[in-house]
């Protein structure tokens, strides 16, 4: 990466150190977004957080609210045993309820 641009400032040093994009928690809030819309939910309680995660770009930024929200949600219903998140974005229960993106 470094070897494919000359010139590098401190700044831009910094930018590359601090990337804290999560691929991972990035998929997880777009599969609960399609999990929200998918059952065409209309949860008050639920709109700033939704309207929120739409916006995300998936830097895990410690100032900012989506991070948590996908952590608290992972904690729920991904951390445990029982609950996993598949490769295509769907999230499986072991109850057998799941929901699909």
Avoid at 76 to 92: P, T, V, Y
Wanted: glycine share 10%.
């Amino acid at each position: 990466m470094l070897s494919a641009r000359q010139g590098w400032r401190p700044q831009d040093m910094l930018a590359v150190q601090k990337d804290v994009y999560s691929d991972f928690a990035h998929s997880l809030a777009q599969a609960l977004l399609a999990a929200y819309d998918k059952r065409q939910a209309t949860n008050p309680a639920l709109t700033g957080a939704i309207a929120m995660l739409r916006g995300w770009n998936g830097q895990m930024e410690y100032s900012q609210p989506c991070p948590l929200l996908v952590t608290l949600a992972y904690s729920i219903c991904g951390g445990r045993g029982g609950k996993r998140f598949e490769s295509d974005g769907r999230i499986r229960f072991t109850d057998g309820a799941g929901c699909a993106r």
